[in-house]
Each structure stands twice: as structure tokens, then as C-alpha cells.
């Protein structure tokens, strides 16, 4: 996968409906978000989000890709995103991809780190 479908793919994971997000991520999955229950599979977090409203927009900057070895890519990357009506979000996230089959990848990993704030 090039780079520019790289980021397609992780763009409709925030703002895809919650079908599209069942297709891409795998059940072995594993996840770990800034909110309970901070550690989730790929079935916890499928279920999650049927229930979470989608991102309207995302723009990714601080954009890194590695291919540790044919048929898998893992990226890092700031997020920013809007979701209409809301404050916006901000995290620093990696996410790792597997091929499936030629143009089929899954997502076996993924993680959020909102901004730290000092106290």
C-alpha cells in the first residue's frame, strides 16, 4: 500500500460509519485509549464505536511509516478532530496494519495518547 492510501485508509477510520470501521478492524486487534476501558480488543472497540458518534474531519500531521517487513506498515501521527457540536480532540497515535490478501489489510493495532499537561 502507498503511502498517500496509507492515510486515506486511517482518515475513514475516524470519519467512516461504523460498517466501514467493523471491515478494517481485526478481531485480534488490541487498543489503548485515553478513555475506560483504556485497553480493548478489536470486537470491544467494533462494538464501542456502533455507539460513538463519528468524526466529522481529521488532519494528520507529524506523519511517520514503517514497513518492518512485506505486508506490514505501521504509522504514528498527530491527530487533530472535529465532530459537530463538540470540542475538538487532539492525541499522538500509532496503528499497524496487516495484509490480508493482495489490497486487504486489517488493523491488528492501535493507540491514543492525548496531550500530557504538566502539574
Known amino acids: 500500500m502507498d503511502d498517500d492510501r496509507i492515510w486515506e485508509f486511517e482518515d475513514s477510520l475516524w470519519t467512516g460509519d461504523a460498517g466501514h470501521y467493523r471491515d478494517l478492524i481485526d478481531d485480534a486487534c488490541v487498543m489503548v485509549l485515553p478513555q475506560q476501558p483504556h485497553v480493548m480488543t478489536g470486537a470491544e472497540a467494533i462494538a464501542a464505536v456502533a455507539h460513538t458518534p463519528r468524526w ?7 506523519q511517520k511509516v514503517v ?17 459537530d457540536g463538540a470540542a475538538g480532540y ?30
Not at 512485506?70 to 504514528?76: D, N, S, V
Not at 487532539?90 to 486487504?104: G, P
Open 56 to 62: 466529522s474531519s481529521v488532519a494528520f500531521s507529524e
Open 67 to 83: 514497513r518492518p517487513q512485506e505486508g506490514l506498515i505501521t504509522i504514528a501521527y498527530k491527530a487533530e478532530a472535529q465532530r
Open 90 to 119: 487532539v492525541a499522538w497515535c500509532t496503528t499497524t496494519m496487516r495484509r490480508l490478501e493482495h489490497d486487504v489489510w486489517r488493523v491488528v493495532q492501535h493507540q491514543q495518547t492525548p496531550p500530557l499537561s504538566a502539574r
